[in-house]
């Protein structure tokens, strides 16, 4: 069974402030998908990293992928009220023909104060 | 409307009933997945199913069973509900290629009292 250990599991910051979220492992993955989840509503893809050494940026929101493709992170600049939400990390089976099959992070639950 | 459908949102019931689960798709995607999330456990994959005719265990099935009734349609049961399966449960599909995000529905929020 993989593991993805996300972390830390809440942040509580200033409006302004930077931030960063971790997921690790000690399994490869074929890729790593970061979500976000609103209240009621279900995990929304964000950005998914495929190549180790990745980088890929989404406005104020910087993603990437370990050289081993392990472990990734998510960095946001400037945190704002609206980025207030659950972040999750997944990470897509690497091997045979399980391909599509996830395993998802514990989550942070980030809140952005004004 | 929603490409992805779950239903009910909310439900409550008792120990020991019977509960299904539904959720319909209109993405035209082969692949879906049945999850439970739990607070600070994240998502964790109950179900899943890459065509009708396929259909996996995940991680924590026990206590579960589903059905694969048609491209766009599956659903999940608890045959005997006990109170920890209380939590909130997501439906999800894909397509079958490597790298592809999943999309998910809305959640089922059930209460198992």
């Known amino acids: 069974t993989q593991l993805l250990e996300q972390s830390p599991q809440f942040l509580s910051i200033q409006e302004g402030e930077n931030l960063t979220v971790y997921c690790n492992s000690s399994?490869?993955?074929?890729?790593l998908q970061w979500y976000r989840q609103e209240p009621g509503e279900g995990p929304v893809l964000l950005v998914t990293?495929?190549?180790?050494?990745e980088v890929k940026k989404l406005k104020r929101l910087t993603f990437q992928f370990g050289d081993a493709r392990k472990d990734s992170s998510l960095h946001i600049t400037a945190a704002q009220p609206g980025d207030t939400g659950l972040y999750l990390c997944?990470?897509?089976?690497?091997?045979?023909?399980?391909?599509?099959?996830?395993?998802f992070g514990q989550g942070t639950i980030l809140t952005v104060h004004p | 409307d929603a490409d992805v459908t779950q239903t009910p949102r909310n439900r409550i019931t008792k120990t020991g009933k019977r509960i299904m689960l539904e959720c319909s798709q209109t993405?035209?995607?082969?692949?879906m997945y049945w999850y439970r999330q739990d607070p600070g456990l994240g998502l964790r994959l109950i179900y899943y199913?890459?065509?009708?005719?396929?259909?996996n265990k995940g991680e924590i099935s026990d206590g579960y069973s589903v059905s694969r009734q048609a491209q766009a349609k599956f659903s999940l049961s608890l045959e005997s509900a006990i109170p920890n399966q209380t939590a909130l449960y997501f439906c999800?599909?894909?397509?079958?290629?490597?790298?592809?995000?999943?999309?998910f529905g809305d959640g089922t929020r059930l209460s198992i009292l």
């Open positions: 199913s890459f065509d009708v005719k396929d259909i």
């Open positions: 990293v495929v190549t180790g050494g």
């Open positions: 993405k035209g995607h082969d692949r």
């Open positions: 399994s490869v993955f074929s890729s």
């Open positions: 999800a599909t894909s397509v079958g290629d490597r790298n592809q995000p999943q999309h």
């Open positions: 997944a990470g897509e089976d690497a091997g045979g023909t399980s391909y599509g099959k996830l395993t």
